[in-house]
């Protein structure tokens, strides 16, 4: 995520006090001011054989190689990872202390929300169009009665320990 020095644009703010109808508006501003900005997405399986430090990592790595925007600096919300390619300084609750975190908030859950989105018409009966990926209660009964569909990581805590719903997988 990339903005003019001067930009200031109003209604960006950490993703998570923003209502999913604000963070579609502030995503429409997002994309109008920014000079530059691109997402990394690392799919279920990668995930699961590189890990979390890794898949951050790959994550961050390809969305700044098609940035389409020279900067000297990345500022990345959270506690260091190692291995990046770029100069960067990680800032824990850099959603609430940088508008360039903050947009970038915006845009990584305003995209999460839209592929579950697809993965709801595309896997029926889980309710990804509802929770949005997050383990809930709801969640958990689709996984027990459907069993994982292909886009469940295998690293998912409930996969994980419960055997039963790890049978499709093995």
């Known amino acids: ?86 100069e960067a300084d990680f800032v824990v609750r850099g959603d609430s202390r940088s508008l360039c975190v903050a947009a970038a908030g915006i845009v990584a859950k305003v995209t999460r929300d839209r592929l579950m989105i697809e993965a709801d018409s595309a896997y029926p009966g889980y309710g990804f169009g509802k929770h949005k990926g997050y383990c809930t209660r709801e969640h958990l009964q689709a996984l027990s009665t459907l069993g994982p569909c292909p886009i469940h990581r295998r690293s998912f805590s409930p996969l994980r320990k419960n055997r039963q719903l790890r049978l499709p997988f093995e």
């Open 1 to 86: 995520m990339c903005f003019p020095p001067d930009a200031d644009p109003d209604g960006i703010n950490d993703s998570k006090v923003l209502s999913p109808e604000a963070r579609e508006k502030a995503y429409g501003l997002i994309v109008r001011n920014a000079l530059g900005f691109s997402v990394g997405i690392v799919e279920p399986e990668e995930l699961d054989s590189a890990g979390m430090s890794e898949a951050v990592r790959l994550s961050f790595t390809r969305a700044a190689s098609s940035l389409g925007v020279h900067t000297d600096l990345f500022i990345i919300d959270g506690l260091p990872v190692r291995g990046f390619q770029f």
